[in-house]
């Protein structure tokens, strides 16, 4: 069911040219990483956010969120389109001990495009939720899934996570994400 809704949404996000992409769960499992994503989070252009947030009202509906303390994203939408739960970032931020993290949402954070049932779904990229995962609390478990699934295949967007170290972090988030880059380069 969750991917017939993408499949429905991406469709609609598409013919009216919002910039969007997939990321957490979906996009794990479209790497292998896990079975069943349990919602479909998607990123999109701050620009987006009201064509985006009509759209989905169409589809299906939308949510009353109470605010997190963790996050301080600018736009955090949820909604509920047959059945399926949907979350819509944009100006995703997360707030931890010193400070927070803004995460850059734009056309180079779109690692690939898979098609589903004819429909482009672009995803975003592990890189980015490797160091989203970091930052997001009790996420370490996804975060070694990645580190791994990395280590064993390669670092295929070192740009994002060279662009992640120009962002405010947490210092052992930057440090970890400084030796995986470095363990690249020694394969």
């Known amino acids: 069911m969750i991917f017939e809704n993408l499949r429905l949404i991406g469709e609609r996000l598409n013919r009216d040219g919002i910039l969007w992409a997939v990321g957490a769960s979906v996009m794990l499992n479209q790497y292998g990483l896990v079975d069943r994503p349990n ?3 998607l990123m999109v252009d701050i620009n987006d956010i009201d064509k985006v947030d009509c759209i989905l009202k169409e589809l299906g509906n939308k949510k009353y969120r109470e605010k997190v303390e963790e996050y301080a994203t600018e736009y955090f939408y949820e909604y509920v389109i047959n059945g399926s739960d949907v979350d819509v970032m944009a ?13 850059i949402f734009d056309k180079s954070s779109i690692a690939r495009i898979v098609d589903i049932d004819g429909v482009d779904i ?10 989203l995962y970091q930052v997001i609390p009790n996420r370490e478990k996804k975060v070694v899934m ?3 699934y990395l280590k064993d295949n390669g670092i295929t967007r070192i740009d994002l996570l060279k ?3 120009t962002r405010e972090l947490p210092i052992e988030v930057r ?3 400084e030796k ?5 380069y020694k394969c």
């Open 146 to 148: 990645i580190e791994n």
């Open 39 to 41: 919602d479909i989070d």
């Open 175 to 177: 440090e970890r994400i």
């Open 180 to 184: 995986l880059i470095e363990s690249n």
């Open 163 to 165: 662009r992640a170290l």
């Open 91 to 103: 100006g995703l931020t997360i707030n931890f001990c010193d400070g927070s993290y803004r995460y």
């Open 122 to 131: 672009p995803l975003t990229s592990l890189e980015d939720w490797y160091v």
